[in-house]
C-alpha cells in the first residue's frame, strides 16, 4: 500500500532558511562594520591601557621612596635631624648615609627634599612638589622618584630640582618617554612621597607645574601621569 507514495517533508520557516544560506560567510557591509567597531574599542582601550602599564611601572618605585622615609625616620631619631648634611640630592650620599640599596633601579633617580635647617642637616634649593593645604600636617620632608631615561647623566626634576644617580646606576629598561615627548611617563616627571601624609584626596592647589595633586597614604602619582 505505501509503494509509490510519497509522503511529503515538513517545509522550513523562511528565516532558517535564509539563516542557513548566511551561514556561508559575511557580507562586505557586515565586514565594514566589524572593522569599524573594533577600531572604535581599539582607540578607546589603548589609551586606558597604557595608562594602567605606566602606573603599575611607576609603583614600582614605592618600595624604595618608602624605605628612604623610614631610613630618614631612623637618622634623625638617633642623630637629631635628617639625612644628610651635603649632597641631598645625590643618589650615592643617600645610599652611603642611609644603608640604602637604590643603585638597581635604573628608571628612577631619588632625592630628598627638606626645606627646614631645623629638620634636616642640609636644605634643598627645590620645594615642595606643592603647597600644604588646610587641615593637612605640616610637611617636614618629601622623597621623589624621578623618571629617567638616560645613563649616566643628571636629571632635571620638578622645581629645577637635579637628581645625581650614583655613579654605578643601572641603565633604565626603555619604558620611560624623552623629556621633550608630550607623553605621560617621560624624563624629569616624579613618584612622590610626603611625610607626614596629606589628606588622601584631590588638592585644591595647584603646583608650581600647574597640576592639582592626588594622595593615596602620602603618595602621589599625578606628576608622572600627566601628559
Known amino acids: 500500500m505505501l509503494q509509490g507514495m ?64 623610614a631610613r630618614q625616620r631612623i637618622h634623625k631619631l638617633s642623630n637629631g635631624k635628617y639625612c644628610c648634611d651635603t649632597g641631598g640630592l645625590g643618589e650615592k650620599n643617600l645610599e652611603e648615609k642611609l644603608g640604602l640599596s637604590i643603585e638597581e633601579t635604573g628608571d628612577f633617580c631619588f632625592v630628598f627634599i627638606c ?19 588646610t587641615g593637612d600636617p605640616t610637611p ?16 632635571s626634576g620638578p622645581n629645577s630640582s637635579t637628581c645625581t644617580p650614583h655613579n ?6 626603555g619604558w620611560v618617554a624623552v623629556s621633550t615627548s608630550s607623553e605621560e611617563g617621560r624624563q624629569g616627571q616624579a613618584v612622590v612621597l610626603r611625610y607626614p601624609a596629606p589628606v588622601n584626596g584631590l588638592d585644591s592647589v595647584t603646583s608650581a607645574r600647574g597640576i592639582k595633586h592626588v594622595w593615596n597614604g602620602g ?7 600627566r601628559p
Request: charge should be negative; glycine fraction near 8%.
Open 219 to 225: 603618595l602621589s602619582l599625578t606628576d608622572a601621569m
Open 6 to 69: 510519497r509522503i511529503p517533508l515538513p517545509s522550513l520557516p523562511l528565516a532558517v532558511l535564509r539563516a542557513r544560506r548566511r551561514q556561508g560567510g559575511f557580507t562586505l557591509v557586515e565586514l565594514m562594520v566589524s572593522v569599524s567597531i573594533i577600531g572604535i574599542l581599539m582607540a578607546i582601550g589603548i589609551p586606558h591601557f597604557r595608562l594602567y602599564i605606566l602606573e603599575s611601572r611607576l609603583e614600582g618605585a614605592i618600595p624604595y621612596l618608602t624605605q628612604i622615609q
Open 168 to 173: 654605578e646606576k643601572r641603565g633604565p629598561e
Open 140 to 155: 617636614e620632608f618629601e622623597v621623589w622618584a624621578v623618571l629617567r631615561q638616560t645613563t649616566g647623566l643628571d636629571v
Open 115 to 133: 626645606t627646614d635647617s631645623d629638620l634636616c642637616e642640609a636644605t634643598s634649593a627645590a620645594g615642595f612638589i606643592s603647597a600644604a593645604e
